[in-house]
């Protein structure tokens, strides 16, 4: 069976001879054209019936990295909660360092910078910062576009093409 590129190469072929003038080779022409559109139907029906099951599987996918990601963050739930467990304990123990024949753990402040809580309502402005952001206007770009205006940063493309199923 022919792939839908070279039947589309053969309708073009066949394009060729259409203005031919003879009563035969209208007749002839008219005939291959019919089954070769048939073809081209037939080919383009079973496309989308992959498609559509192509569609089905990454369903199938899109809910199966779902159920491993919630998978995994309860796993990583269990662990913080097991974590907080043992700190807990340390805590009411008064331990630092805890040995075991596998595992040594320790009780450690957290690095870094040191937490702070900021009523942001009531900071004076010398705690401020100001700042200034910008913020490309596409629609006036493309206003000044379509009204012909030429403008060297910007341009209105072709609109690109595709399918629709149903």
């Not at 099951?53 to 990601?69: F, G, P, S, V, W």
């Not at 360092?97 to 937490?115: E, L, M, N, S």
Request: a negative charge.
């Amino acid at each position: 069976m022919e792939s839908l590129r070279e039947l589309t190469n053969d309708m073009y072929a066949l394009l060729e001879y259409a203005d031919s003038t003879d009563p035969d080779d209208q007749q002839v022409f008219q005939d291959t054209l019919d089954g070769l559109v048939a073809v081209i139907e037939k080919k383009a029906d079973s496309y989308c019936t992959v498609m559509d099951q192509i569609k089905a599987n990454i369903a199938l996918h899109d809910m199966e990295i779902q159920r491993l990601t919630d998978r995994k963050r309860a796993m990583a739930r269990n662990i913080q909660r097991m974590q907080d467990a043992l700190l807990a304990a340390m805590v009411a123990m008064d331990e630092k360092k805890i040995r075991t024949d596998h595992y040594t753990i320790t009780r450690c402040k957290d690095g870094g910078k040191q937490p702070m809580s900021v009523d942001e309502e009531n900071v004076p402005d010398e705690f401020k910062v100001k700042q200034i952001t910008y913020k490309t206007d596409k629609d006036k770009i493309r206003a000044a576009l379509e009204a012909g205006e030429e403008l060297p940063f910007a341009q209105l493309r072709e609109r690109g093409e595709h399918i629709m199923v149903k």
